[in-house]
C-alpha cells in the first residue's frame, strides 16, 4: 500500500517541478486545458433541452460569440433572408406621423347606446392609444373558453381606471368553416354573439379561415395600418399569444421610457430557433407605430400568393426587419449630373449581411434603415429556464391551458397596478379623475 502511494507521489512530483522550471508552457497548458473544458462544457449544454437560449444568450452577450459557441442541433444560417421588395419600397417608418396622446375623445354615433359591458369594449373611442395589445386567438371552442378567462383576469385591470383609454385588448380571430370548408354556421352565430358582448375582437378573413403560418401576421399587420381594427392610432402595436402572461405595469414602465418616434422592433431572442436569421420569438413582439404603416403599406402590394405563403410567423416578421427601407442617410443624392452621383457608404447595401452574420444579434440602431431592435432578453420567457427572470412577460407550454394560465397570474400579476408617471395625468380621463 505505502509503495502505491510512493508510486504516486513521484509523477506529480516530476510535473510541479517541470511546471516551475517552465511557467510560460505551463501557463499556455492551462489556458488551453480550460479552453476545452469550457467548450465541451457548452457543447453539452447546446444539446440539452434548453440548449438554444444558452446559445441565443451568448449571442446576446456579444454578436462574436456566434464564432465561439459551438452549436447545437442546428447549423450555421448562410443564406440571406426572405427579400420583400414591396416592404423595401414603402417610404421610410420614419416618414410617418406619431400621434399625439391625450385625454378620451369619443365618436358619439359610435359608441355603444348601452355602457359597455367590459373595459376591453371601446368601441366609439378615437383618441391614440398608447399600446394596442393584440391577442391571437382562433375560433376553436377551447380558445373561446381562453379568451373568458383572459377578459376575466384582464391586464387591462392592471391600469387605473382614468388611464384605461391609452390601453387597447383585442382578441385577432378569423371565420370558423368546417371540414369541407363550408361555414361552420353555429361557430360563427357563437363568434358573433360574442363580439356584440365585449366588442373585443378583431375578425380577420383568412386563408382557410384561420390560420397562424398562412399569412395571419401579415393581414394582421396591414389591417391594422389600415385601420381596420377600429381606426385609433398608437404609440406601439404588440402581438401577444394567448399562452403568454402579461406583466403591464413593468412592461409600461419600459415603454414609456423609449422614443415611439424612432423605429423599433421589440421582443425577445432568447427562445428563438437559431437556424433562422435573426428574430425575436412570437410569445410577445412589438413595433413601433411607424414600422406598423411601412409594413402596412409593403404589405398592401404583395402578391396575395406571397401573403400566404406558409412560415413561421416571428421568422418571418424578423426576415422583413432586414427588408425596410433605408433612412435618409443612405439615399442617393444625384443631380442631373451622373458623374455627381454620390457614392454610398458599403452598409447601405440592404443585400450585405450584418457584421456578424444573419443569425446573430445585428447592430441596433441598424446604421442602414435607423430600426432599433429592442431586445428584453432574459425579461421575458419561458419559465423553466431557471435564468429568465421574466418580470415583463412569461409563457409555457402549460399557459396553453387556462388552469395553467390562471395559476401564473396568481402567483405573478394579481393585486399589481400601473403607477403613471407625473407628466401622464395631463391624458387623465377627466370624467374619472388622475
Keep these: 500500500m505505502l509503495g502505491n502511494v510512493k508510486n504516486i507521489r513521484l509523477p506529480l512530483a516530476a510535473l510541479r517541478r517541470r511546471l516551475v522550471q517552465n511557467p510560460k508552457t505551463s501557463i499556455l497548458s492551462f489556458v488551453v486545458l480550460l479552453i476545452a473544458i469550457l467548450y465541451f462544457a457548452l457543447w453539452r449544454v447546446e444539446h440539452g433541452d434548453f440548449g438554444r437560449w444558452y446559445w441565443n444568450y451568448g449571442i446576446v452577450l456579444h454578436p462574436a460569440m456566434i464564432h465561439i459557441m459551438p452549436y447545437g442541433n442546428w447549423g450555421p444560417v448562410e ?35 348601452t355602457p359597455p359591458r367590459h373595459p376591453h369594449d371601446q368601441r366609439g373611442l378615437i383618441s391614440p392609444s398608447l399600446i394596442k395589445i393584440h391577442i391571437f386567438s382562433t375560433v376553436k371552442p377551447k380558445a373561446q373558453e381562453k379568451r373568458h378567462l383572459i377578459r376575466r383576469l384582464s391586464p387591462i385591470f392592471q391600469i387605473p381606471p382614468a388611464y384605461r383609454h391609452l390601453i387597447e385588448v383585442k382578441f385577432v380571430v378569423g371565420h370558423a368553416y368546417k371540414e369541407d370548408w363550408s361555414v361552420d354556421e353555429e361557430m360563427e352565430a357563437s363568434l358573433t354573439e360574442e363580439q356584440e358582448m365585449y366588442g373585443d375582437m378583431f375578425r380577420l378573413n383568412l386563408y382557410h379561415g384561420e390560420n397562424l403560418r398562412e399569412g395571419k401576421i401579415l393581414d394582421w399587420i396591414r389591417a391594422v395600418g389600415d385601420g381596420e381594427d377600429g381606426g385609433r392610432d398608437s404609440w406601439w402595436l404588440f402581438k401577444v399569444d394567448d399562452d403568454s402572461v402579461l406583466n403591464l405595469p413593468t412592461f409600461l414602465d419600459t415603454l414609456i421610457t423609449l422614443d415611439p418616434h424612432i423605429p423599433h422592433y421589440l421582443g425577445t431572442s432568447l427562445n ?91 447592430l441596433s440602431p441598424d446604421p442602414r434603415t435607423d430600426l432599433v431592435r429592442y431586445d428584453f432578453v432574459r425579461r421575458m420567457g419561458d419559465k423553466d429556464v431557471w435564468f429568465v427572470k421574466g418580470d415583463v412577460a412569461r409563457h409555457s407550454w402549460f399557459f396553453k391551458f387556462p388552469e395553467g394560465w390562471e395559476k401564473e397570474w396568481k402567483k405573478n400579476i394579481k393585486g399589481k397596478m400601473w403607477k403613471p408617471p407625473k407628466w401622464f395625468e395631463r391624458f387623465a380621463d377627466p370624467a374619472i379623475g388622475a
Design 272 to 362: 428563438r430557433w437559431p437556424p433562422y436569421q435573426h428574430h425575436f420569438t412570437g410569445m410577445v413582439t412589438g413595433f413601433s407605430w411607424g414600422v406598423v404603416k411601412t409594413m402596412a403599406a409593403g404589405i398592401a402590394k404583395m402578391p396575395r400568393g406571397d401573403i400566404e405563403w406558409s412560415y413561421d410567423d416571428d421568422v418571418l416578421t424578423g426576415e422583413i426587419m432586414f427588408d425596410l427601407p433605408s433612412g435618409p442617410q443612405c439615399r442617393r443624392q444625384s443631380s442631373h449630373d451622373s458623374s455627381n452621383v454620390e457614392l454610398l457608404p458599403d452598409y447601405c447595401d440592404p443585400h450585405r449581411p450584418p457584421p456578424w452574420g444573419w443569425t446573430s444579434s445585428p
Design 79 to 113: 443564406g440571406p433572408p426572405r427579400w420583400i421588395q414591396e416592404i423595401h419600397d414603402a417610404p421610410w417608418m420614419g416618414h410617418w406621423r406619431i400621434p399625439e396622446l391625450s385625454e378620451p375623445v369619443y365618436n358619439r354615433s359610435l359608441s355603444s347606446i
